[in-house]
């Protein structure tokens, strides 16, 4: 899956909660700690795809078909269920853009009712009515909002979290930055 980003200009956090949950009073580290709150809000959206300030994504994912069982029952899918492609994303503000890649090379770009977003299932699914290509270049629009005002308090705390470990950890990084032993003994 390649996923292309636009980064939000906002902070998700503002410096004054950080500093407060950190229990920091001067402001000699306030250009790290604006480093490490967009650090943070973005992992926590690469690792559980919960995105807190709005931003575009662009990404290509699989298109999944779904199963015959029977021959009764491939007749019943094939005029009714279509391939699918799974976005572990939320929340998922609007599609722009869904094109096909198709088998033999060729692209092609759906119209906006050729897609239908089912967001009763996690991941969300995006239901795509063709019936050829083996993946979909799809632009999104996600997150919660432009203010860090609309994210909800369990995201806020897990991103508040993380930058607490991140801020604990700062020096220990240069250490792990050369995971190989300088001398193998054998």
Known sequence: MKIVRQFPVGLALSLSEVKAYLKITHSNEDRLLTHLIKTAEDL???????YALTRQLEMTVPLVYPKPQGLRRYIHRLYYH??????????IQSIDRVIIQRDDGEQKQLDPHRWKVLETHWPTRLM???????????????GYGAEGDTIPPTLRHQILSLVQRLYKNRGSLEEQANPFPRRLSL
């Open 82 to 91: 279509y391939p699918f492609a799974s976005l572990a994303l939320a929340p």
């Open 128 to 142: 795509i009515k063709v019936l050829e290509g083996h993946s979909a270049e799809i632009r999104l629009t996600v």
């Open 44 to 50: 926590v959206g690469e690792r559980h795809g919960h």
